[in-house]
């Protein structure tokens, strides 16, 4: 990559690798617990709601809609995208929420409702990292 | 815990508040510290047991010539001075020390000697949040607001009118850093921050400290000072990133840390006379008087808007203008603390006549943690 990425870029664990090996992909891999049926996120090796490691990985669809958001009017000294820009939590379609940016939309009120379906789109920060991001479901 | 087996026998802030850049954090810390011991005759030699958050406790310690037989580093936001007194209460009754002073010093605003605070990329943080532009707190403790809004189709001047209500509080207090008049306007007119946040919805960043010490209710009868005992607390904790919330239009820590302070105290709502609920930013009273059970959900907005909390209102909160008016360091739990030891002394510039009990009520993180003290000024 030539190109500088203008975030900050996340640095994968061994526990929350293959999520990121996903997002090279294209894909986002979540995990699911086998005795209880729940997905989760962030990543782990373990079920948060009985703690058994009993569990799978599997591709989410990728779906969701807007949960909730803010529009941050401060400049960020190291972002791609000008205040004011939208901070936003998503609840896929599989039950877990995420934190991540609306793109491919305008960063305003009027453009940003909530329960809006949302699908995800990634961006490409090194050769080891493509970040998901969400984008109005066509 | 048993309710009023401990209590607050010396209270003070640091001798200033505000803009404070010829003091280091540490400082700050024993200016406080000293303050408390002044307030209740006590030496450093008279300590044996020590609290603080962020910074190491030996530290404190140390600086301030304590030799500590009980340390508690709790550090969960600024609500671990809340959580200091639960822990100090079961210290004391359990014979691990006789007298616990809690610290709390912040060179918020001036920065001069502050701890580093640390990003690791490899975090969970790193990985799943701040790669998408989060920077400080108003971009992540606002961001639960707008689902909440819509759940309970609250209108956001009902957020405003909370910094209008306790900015009258706020005039009270010569300490305070704003005082002057605001209406719903104004502070929805203020410059944004993080839509649907003013500046005027969120909280002050300022230089200060506080201190407690408390010992036994035996040993309280012999201080100087108007003993205020511990009659109930409660903690919790339940995330670290706003975006794991599990529920946006409420706290999971603020439920559990309630459930034990009605639990331990034994005291009902009708029973509080006087409230603190840390302010951070505007909405964190509405939450908090829901999650407490002083109103329905979705009530907590109105009930601030018909003036049940405002100077002569049947709940007052946060009398000393909060987070958003008084002073706000980056762990204002201290603060909250002081307010509601005043207020059971008898000693606050805006003091609620006759008020017996005081609930506090503290959050850390971006309602990641809660911890919460029932006060009263009179022994069960």
Redesign the interface.
Known sequence: MSEKPR???????PE?QHFWDGCNQGKIILQRCKDTGKAY??PRPFSPYTGSRNVETFEASGKGVL????????D?PN?D?PA??A???VKLDEGV?????IVDCDQT?DALQ??MPVQVTFKR?TDDIN?PLFKPAS | MKPGSVAVVGAAETTELGKLPHMSNIQLHADAALNAMADCGLKPEDIDGIATARENPIEIAHYLGIKPRYVDGTSVGGCSFMIHVRHAVAAIESGMADTILITHGESGRSQVGMTPRGVNMAMLDGQFQLPYGTTNPPSMFTIPVLRYLKTYNVPIEKVANVSVVQREWAAFHERATFRDPLTVDDVMNARMIAWPFSILMCCLVTDGGGALILTSAERAKDFPTKPVYVLGAGEAGEHTMVSQMSDFTSSQAFRIAGENVWKSSGLKHSDVDHLMIYDAFAHLPIYGLEDLGFCGRGEGGDFIWEGNTRPGGKLPLNTNGGGLSYMHSGMYGMYALQESIRQMRGTSPAQVQGAKTSLCHGVGGMFSASGSIMFSNEAP
């Open positions: 975030r900050p870029v996340p640095k994968a664990t929350t996120f962030p949960w909730s958001y803010i529009i941050s009017h401060r960020h972002f995208m004011p820009y901070i936003a939590v929420q995420m934190m991540t940016n009120p909530l329960d920060l970040l």
